[in-house]
């Protein structure tokens, strides 16, 4: 007979994974998207997957939740101006033409 059990951790654990994986990916999220801005060093789409599988993995409180979701927005704002700034014109010297 097959038995389907669930695998999250849970409890304490799955509060304590969950907080140790937040609390890293707030550092070096933030630090991949800031410090490198031109080119990061990981794409928001690596970030957004770490994020889902915490999410996914995990019995996440509401404070994680919004964690979650505020390191959610930090990608947006990135992919956002970025977005910006591939679609400004371009400035050329004035040839006086």
């Known amino acids: 007979m097959d038995l389907v059990t669930d695998t999250k951790p849970q409890g ?13 990916l707030e550092l070096v ?31 996440l409180s509401h404070t994680q939740i919004q964690t979650v979701h505020r390191l959610y927005l930090q990608i ?10 591939l679609d400004a014109p371009r400035l050329t010297p004035d040839t006086g033409k």
Do not use: C, K, N, V
């Open 12 to 24: 304490a654990f799955s509060a304590l994974l969950a907080d140790q994986e937040l609390t890293h």
């Open 29 to 59: 999220l933030r630090r991949s998207l800031i410090d490198d801005a031109l080119s990061p060093i990981l794409p928001p789409a690596y970030w957004r997957e770490r994020l889902a599988l915490i999410a996914r993995g995990s019995h």
């Open 76 to 85: 947006d704002a990135y992919e956002a101006s970025h977005r910006t700034m």
